[in-house]
Protein backbone atom coordinates (compact mmCIF):
# COMPACT_ATOMS: atom_id res chain seq x y z
CA UNK A 1 0.00 0.00 0.00
CA UNK A 2 1.34 3.71 -1.04
CA UNK A 3 2.27 5.68 2.17
CA UNK A 4 -0.23 8.42 1.28
CA UNK A 5 -3.31 6.34 0.92
CA UNK A 6 -2.03 4.59 4.38
CA UNK A 7 -1.93 7.86 6.00
CA UNK A 8 -5.52 8.40 4.67
CA UNK A 9 -6.56 5.20 5.94
CA UNK A 10 -5.61 5.78 9.60
CA UNK A 11 -6.49 9.44 9.21
CA UNK A 12 -10.12 7.98 8.33
CA UNK A 13 -9.97 5.20 10.95
CA UNK A 14 -9.41 7.94 14.02
CA UNK A 15 -12.92 9.26 12.92
CA UNK A 16 -14.32 5.93 12.59
CA UNK A 17 -13.46 4.03 15.45
CA UNK A 18 -14.76 6.11 18.18
CA UNK A 19 -18.00 5.93 16.82
CA UNK A 20 -18.27 2.11 16.09
CA UNK A 21 -18.28 1.26 19.81
CA UNK A 22 -21.32 -1.25 19.58
CA UNK A 23 -22.11 -0.26 24.00
CA UNK A 24 -22.87 3.36 22.83
CA UNK A 25 -25.35 1.99 20.46
CA UNK A 26 -27.19 -0.32 22.24
CA UNK A 27 -29.00 1.28 24.46
CA UNK A 28 -31.10 3.57 21.67
CA UNK A 29 -31.99 0.51 19.74
CA UNK A 30 -35.81 -0.33 20.16
CA UNK A 31 -39.17 1.38 19.68
CA UNK A 32 -40.04 4.03 21.64
CA UNK A 33 -43.35 5.59 22.27
CA UNK A 34 -43.72 8.99 22.17
CA UNK A 35 -45.29 10.44 26.32
CA UNK A 36 -44.72 14.20 25.35
CA UNK A 37 -44.32 16.64 23.48
CA UNK A 38 -43.98 21.15 22.73
CA UNK A 39 -45.68 20.11 19.20
CA UNK A 40 -49.23 18.61 20.93
CA UNK A 41 -49.75 15.28 22.48
CA UNK A 42 -50.01 12.19 19.64
CA UNK A 43 -50.19 8.71 21.78
CA UNK A 44 -49.78 6.97 18.38
CA UNK A 45 -46.41 8.58 17.77
CA UNK A 46 -43.44 5.96 17.55
CA UNK A 47 -39.93 6.33 16.33
CA UNK A 48 -37.54 3.07 15.73
CA UNK A 49 -34.16 2.85 16.45
CA UNK A 50 -31.96 0.75 14.81
CA UNK A 51 -28.19 -0.39 13.68
CA UNK A 52 -26.94 1.33 10.40
CA UNK A 53 -24.09 0.19 9.72
CA UNK A 54 -21.52 1.49 12.41
CA UNK A 55 -24.16 4.48 13.10
CA UNK A 56 -28.10 4.28 14.20
CA UNK A 57 -31.04 5.15 11.86
CA UNK A 58 -34.34 6.80 13.24
CA UNK A 59 -37.55 5.95 11.64
CA UNK A 60 -40.88 7.78 13.18
CA UNK A 61 -43.93 6.70 11.83
CA UNK A 62 -45.03 10.43 11.37
CA UNK A 63 -42.81 10.41 7.80
CA UNK A 64 -39.54 11.85 9.35
CA UNK A 65 -36.02 9.15 9.54
CA UNK A 66 -32.42 10.68 10.29
CA UNK A 67 -29.04 8.59 10.55
CA UNK A 68 -27.31 10.11 13.75
CA UNK A 69 -24.15 8.90 15.57
CA UNK A 70 -23.28 8.97 18.76
CA UNK A 71 -21.17 12.72 19.85
CA UNK A 72 -17.63 12.79 20.18
CA UNK A 73 -17.13 13.07 24.09
CA UNK A 74 -15.41 16.43 24.19
CA UNK A 75 -18.62 17.83 22.78
CA UNK A 76 -21.20 15.31 24.45
CA UNK A 77 -23.29 17.53 27.43
CA UNK A 78 -23.61 15.30 30.62
CA UNK A 79 -26.04 12.41 29.36
CA UNK A 80 -24.92 10.44 26.18
CA UNK A 81 -26.53 11.56 23.32
CA UNK A 82 -26.18 10.54 19.69
CA UNK A 83 -27.19 13.52 16.63
CA UNK A 84 -27.71 13.45 13.02
CA UNK A 85 -29.48 14.60 10.02
CA UNK A 86 -32.38 13.37 7.39
CA UNK A 87 -35.86 14.42 6.00
CA UNK A 88 -39.05 14.67 6.88
CA UNK A 89 -41.40 13.37 4.11
CA UNK A 90 -45.06 15.79 4.15
CA UNK A 91 -47.84 16.93 2.07
CA UNK A 92 -47.65 20.91 2.11
CA UNK A 93 -50.47 22.02 -0.87
CA UNK A 94 -51.08 19.11 -1.85
CA UNK A 95 -47.49 18.26 -2.56
CA UNK A 96 -45.11 15.70 -1.61
CA UNK A 97 -42.19 17.47 -0.13
CA UNK A 98 -39.08 16.55 2.17
CA UNK A 99 -37.60 19.02 4.22
CA UNK A 100 -34.09 18.71 5.99
CA UNK A 101 -34.47 18.06 10.14
CA UNK A 102 -31.48 17.74 11.91
CA UNK A 103 -32.40 15.16 15.40
CA UNK A 104 -30.53 14.90 18.84
CA UNK A 105 -31.62 11.80 20.81
CA UNK A 106 -30.46 12.14 24.31
CA UNK A 107 -30.80 9.05 27.14
CA UNK A 108 -32.01 9.43 30.74
CA UNK A 109 -32.35 6.29 32.18
CA UNK A 110 -35.50 4.74 30.76
CA UNK A 111 -36.37 8.01 28.47
CA UNK A 112 -35.10 9.30 25.60
CA UNK A 113 -35.26 12.80 25.05
CA UNK A 114 -35.52 14.15 21.40
CA UNK A 115 -34.88 17.56 20.07
CA UNK A 116 -35.77 17.87 16.37
CA UNK A 117 -35.22 21.10 14.18
CA UNK A 118 -36.53 21.15 10.66
CA UNK A 119 -37.07 24.14 8.51
CA UNK A 120 -34.84 27.21 7.31
CA UNK A 121 -33.27 30.30 9.62
CA UNK A 122 -36.25 32.04 8.37
CA UNK A 123 -38.87 29.35 9.52
CA UNK A 124 -37.11 27.01 11.77
CA UNK A 125 -38.85 24.84 14.54
CA UNK A 126 -37.69 22.76 17.26
CA UNK A 127 -40.01 19.89 18.31
CA UNK A 128 -39.07 18.78 21.69
CA UNK A 129 -40.43 15.68 22.89
CA UNK A 130 -39.83 12.39 25.39
CA UNK A 131 -40.09 8.62 24.29
CA UNK A 132 -40.15 5.80 26.57
CA UNK A 133 -40.04 1.92 25.84
Known amino acids: MKPVLLAYVLLALLFIVPFARADQLEPYEASW ?3 GSN ?5 KC ?12 VVANNGWRATVRPIPKYL ?6 V ?9 IGGHRKKI ?5 LTRDEAKL ?3 LITGYPAERRTIEATFER
Open 46 to 57: LITVRRFGINLE
Open 83 to 91: EGEGFWETT
Open 113 to 115: RMA
Open 100 to 104: SIKVR
Open 33 to 35: RQV
Open 39 to 43: AGDCP
Open 76 to 81: REKLPS
